[in-house]
């Protein structure tokens, strides 16, 4: 749950990001900029903000923006139907990313949100800066979290499809409440 | 057909105005920029540079950077198999652009490449600037022509088999020839 205002500035602030990251957005894009606490009601810990460039039943362009330390929850997107599940190619555009992945646990620089080791059970730690990026296969469980300075990644996909992901954190929802 | 020097030159003045543009890219991929004269061997009035972010079997992303009035010839995506052909969505980044589709003739800032009125038969001009993007259905016929000063794009994508699409003009050859 968010208020209208955290909401509004959150908006403001990644809106802030993204332009300063060098990325080209309209008007129009910063009033759609999803806020997500994920219905956990700390964003700053863990939530992200998205702008959805367009998204169509094949295709689909990103723009994540995320605060200082703010962790966007694992994740992982199933099969649906006849459909393998989204792949997606994140690619750094400003700040430092870490990803985790399933593999060798080798978490180092990120941490895990405090109280929920249950939530963060993939912890294979792979770095990410600027121009890097990497495919991320179908249903694979994965989580980000940014850097010191915040961080801001484009994430281009095959069909998306938020509601039908899988969390490891039973308390997630995927839609943002906002109240007045 | 390009010589070398042609090439190397196409590709750093590509790869400036890429950056300009607020685009990250890496060495590795100024190295890696396409420099397409699609068999033309006039690069600065019908041709392109692309950088091939990623591509998969289900999606893509490219940087396409277009010289000033330089034109991508008209070509189209046709269905492969069970695929019915690649949908592209591109997005402007830099410059402005005129689009050509089909639809009521209505060209009026582009100009028809000199003698080659049979090979750009779609003409319903489409004015883009930086933040406009538009979805191209798969199989319809489409060129680009950039403005003045150039122009830099995104073009994102379903699976991109670029030697199977189609060109009006029957002297393309997709593959670039670089002679030393």
Known sequence: ?????????????????????????????????????????????????????????RVSAKVIALFPNQTLPEHWHPPVGSDPGKEETVRVVDGTVYLYLPGKENLRYGVIPEGKDACYTVRHEIVMKPGEQITLQPNTKHWFQAGNEGAVIYSFSTCVRDMLDGFSDPEIVRETKVVD
Chains 1, 2 share one sequence.
């Open 1 to 57: 749950m968010l208020t209208r205002q955290e909401f509004k500035d959150a908006q403001l602030r990644a809106a802030e990001m993204i332009k300063n990251s060098g990325i080209k957005i309209t008007e129009a894009e910063i009033g759609k900029i999803d806020v997500a606490d994920f219905g956990l009601s700390h964003l700053e810990k863990e939530g992200a903000q998205i702008i959805t460039f367009f998204s169509t039943d």
